[in-house]
């Protein structure tokens, strides 16, 4: 019963208020909540997408990237962030000293909207859940988020991810700072300059919380 209420309570920090209660609504693993999502047609983008992207990485990472939806390339390989965004975030990451796979990689969605178009507000209310679970087991020191749709939905807000960027804000039991995406990067070159500042400050309270990451 203890573990049921902490569940609960993590998801009402989140913001979520409302919980389909499948068997397997509080799962203990990544293959648990994978296995739940099955072969998924609970919204329209069933109808579209090629393949369900998961996520990929570290199960207990410290540091997790949270993007908005799959793309062209991530719905043909099932896999988050593998087209020029997704090398570009490879970079990104090696750039404070990480490795790709000592990370974990999700998004909000885990079908490609049709044309790489916005998520709708049904399909986020479907799909959010299981990227909270994962969220919940993983339980990283850090998360990014990456891009506008992401950084919103996450905390919340409508805020500009101008304006958010760069700062940190409590979240699900660790932080979380928003920053630009990299798909954005690849169309304005000039604002790599912040995101390397925000990646700074990424590996600084990586080390302030004593990352496995850095040895300590």
């Known amino acids: 019963m203890r573990e049921i209420i902490d569940q609960l309570n993590f998801f009402s ?12 609504s509080f799962p203990a693993s990544l293959e648990e909540i994978r296995e739940e999502i099955g072969d998924c047609t609970r919204c329209k983008l069933c109808q579209t997408r090629k393949n369900i992207v998961f996520g990929v990485g570290n199960p207990a990472a410290d540091l997790m990237f949270v ?6 390339d991530e719905d043909a390989q099932g896999i988050p962030f593998v087209g020029r965004a997704g090398q570009l975030l490879t970079r990104i990451i090696e750039s404070i000293g990480v490795s790709r796979d000592q990370v974990y990689i999700a998004n909000i969605l885990k079908c490609r909207p049709p044309g790489n178009r916005d998520p709708e507000a049904e399909e986020v209310a479907t799909c959010e859940g299981f990227l909270f679970q994962q969220i919940q087991v993983i339980a990283p020191k850090v998360m990014v988020a990456l891009g506008r749709y992401a950084a919103q939905t996450l905390l919340r807000s409508e805020t500009p991810i101008s304006r958010m960027r760069g700062q940190f804000f409590e979240f699900a039991g660790g932080l979380l700072i928003p920053t630009y995406h990299p798909a954005y990067l690849l169309r304005n070159p000039s604002a790599k300059r912040q995101v390397w500042e925000d990646m700074k ?5 990586l080390k302030e919380l004593n990352s496995s990451f850095y040895g300590v």
Do not use: Q
């Open 13 to 24: 920090e989140i913001g979520v208020t409302h919980l389909n209660l499948e068997k397997s």
């Open 67 to 72: 993007g908005e939806a799959p793309g062209a």
């Open 201 to 205: 400050a990424v590996r600084d309270k």
